[in-house]
């Protein structure tokens, strides 16, 4: 089995005339992961991706795909990668399969391997029914996955995604998310989106980028763990008030309480836990001692919307 990743990048920099757009950044990406790349307009991602897809070149630093560098060694680096940009490419008057078909034969497939290959990315992508009709003349959703179907083709071991969900109704967005998730594992997926929630809901491991830098790269769940000392402990209780405030004033692990009435006889709890500790045992244990009824005892969860912000809000105050 090769270990080797299917994306390393070391101290790679771009620069454009007055403007850095990528700062000395540095990652890996395993074989087989889905990885996304989340940030704002201008955070850097599409310019990592470009220079990845050996669309241009680093200002210095180096950046290799399955072991090859993506300037000295270009085509062995492009027979392995499928590249969707964020603006497709396409052309608007040739008809689906014709222009599939034209781009198989141009990336390397032979006539049979095409024919197998053009029934199965038009299936994937759900395009069958729209393979005669003149790209032009589709939707912007429908050219999308005309686009994604162009980098599926030649069955690249690595695939990437530059806003692939932009134009996409809600139900094509799911579409296109499930095809991503089933291509985890055979093949390495690098996703760059500004929508959290796409990234949240597809990717097993998230980089956020800002002004050209990596601010952070781990698995959502660990993201949320790094922000998790902000997270708060809800506990709908029935007790008198008074006492519930006496018990959390008590218990060195609560920085902070609000007990407010909720309905009947309940009172909501919300406690804010010292970082590294969770109260939800020390709670449903006084519970028990104190013969109280326990209606809800839950641990708010972050969304990537605020990981990112919790992340981005100090550098977002640096001067440059």
């Given at each position: 089995m090769d270990v080797t990743p299917m994306i390393?990048?070391?101290r790679l920099t771009k620069r454009y005339a007055g403007r850095t757009a990528l700062a000395d950044i540095s990652f890996s990406v395993a074989r087989g992961e889905i990885v996304g790349l989340l940030g704002d307009n201008g955070a850097g991602k599409s310019t990592t991706m470009r220079i990845l897809a050996g669309f241009m070149p680093a200002t210095s630093g180096t950046a290799r795909v399955a072991g090859y560098d993506v300037f000295h060694h270009s085509k062995e680096v492009r027979r392995r990668i499928g590249y969707m940009p964020e603006n497709n490419p396409l052309h608007n008057e040739m008809r689906v399969r014709e222009y599939l078909k034209f781009r198989a034969r141009l990336k390397g497939l032979n006539r049979t391997a095409t024919r197998e290959r053009l029934d199965v990315v038009l299936e994937q992508c759900s395009l069958t029914d729209v393979r005669k009709r003149i790209i032009g003349q589709l939707s912007k959703g429908y050219r999308q996955r005309v686009g994604l179907a162009d980098a599926l083709i030649h069955e690249p071991d690595l695939i990437?995604?530059?806003e692939p969900t932009?134009?996409?109704d809600p139900h094509q967005i799911r579409l296109v998310r499930q095809l991503i998730k089933n291509l985890a594992g055979s093949h390495t997926v690098l996703i760059s989106s500004h929508i959290l929630h796409e990234v949240e809901m597809t990717c097993s491991r998230v980089m956020i980028m800002l002004r050209g830098r990596i601010l952070a790269s781990d698995t959502p769940e660990n993201l949320q763990r790094l922000v998790a000392g902000r997270g708060q402990i809800v506990a709908e209780i029935a007790a008198p008030p008074e006492e519930l405030k006496l018990e959390w004033a008590r218990m060195g692990e609560v920085e902070h309480y609000e007990v407010a009435?909720?309905?009947?006889?309940?009172?909501r709890c919300a406690l804010t836990a010292r970082a590294g500790f969770d109260l939800r045992p020390q709670i449903f244990a006084l519970v028990q001692a104190r013969g109280?009824?326990?209606r809800e005892l839950t641990r708010s969860r972050h969304s990537l919307e605020d990981i990112y912000m919790q992340v981005t809000?100090?550098?977002e105050e640096e001067e440059f």
């Amino acid at each position: 089995m090769d270990v080797t990743p299917m994306i390393e990048v070391h101290r790679l920099t771009k620069r454009y005339a007055g403007r850095t757009a990528l700062a000395d950044i540095s990652f890996s990406v395993a074989r087989g992961e889905i990885v996304g790349l989340l940030g704002d307009n201008g955070a850097g991602k599409s310019t990592t991706m470009r220079i990845l897809a050996g669309f241009m070149p680093a200002t210095s630093g180096t950046a290799r795909v399955a072991g090859y560098d993506v300037f000295h060694h270009s085509k062995e680096v492009r027979r392995r990668i499928g590249y969707m940009p964020e603006n497709n490419p396409l052309h608007n008057e040739m008809r689906v399969r014709e222009y599939l078909k034209f781009r198989a034969r141009l990336k390397g497939l032979n006539r049979t391997a095409t024919r197998e290959r053009l029934d199965v990315v038009l299936e994937q992508c759900s395009l069958t029914d729209v393979r005669k009709r003149i790209i032009g003349q589709l939707s912007k959703g429908y050219r999308q996955r005309v686009g994604l179907a162009d980098a599926l083709i030649h069955e690249p071991d690595l695939i990437i995604l530059d806003e692939p969900t932009i134009g996409l109704d809600p139900h094509q967005i799911r579409l296109v998310r499930q095809l991503i998730k089933n291509l985890a594992g055979s093949h390495t997926v690098l996703i760059s989106s500004h929508i959290l929630h796409e990234v949240e809901m597809t990717c097993s491991r998230v980089m956020i980028m800002l002004r050209g830098r990596i601010l952070a790269s781990d698995t959502p769940e660990n993201l949320q763990r790094l922000v998790a000392g902000r997270g708060q402990i809800v506990a709908e209780i029935a007790a008198p008030p008074e006492e519930l405030k006496l018990e959390w004033a008590r218990m060195g692990e609560v920085e902070h309480y609000e007990v407010a009435p909720a309905e009947g006889v309940f009172q909501r709890c919300a406690l804010t836990a010292r970082a590294g500790f969770d109260l939800r045992p020390q709670i449903f244990a006084l519970v028990q001692a104190r013969g109280w009824q326990l209606r809800e005892l839950t641990r708010s969860r972050h969304s990537l919307e605020d990981i990112y912000m919790q992340v981005t809000k100090p550098n977002e105050e640096e001067e440059f």
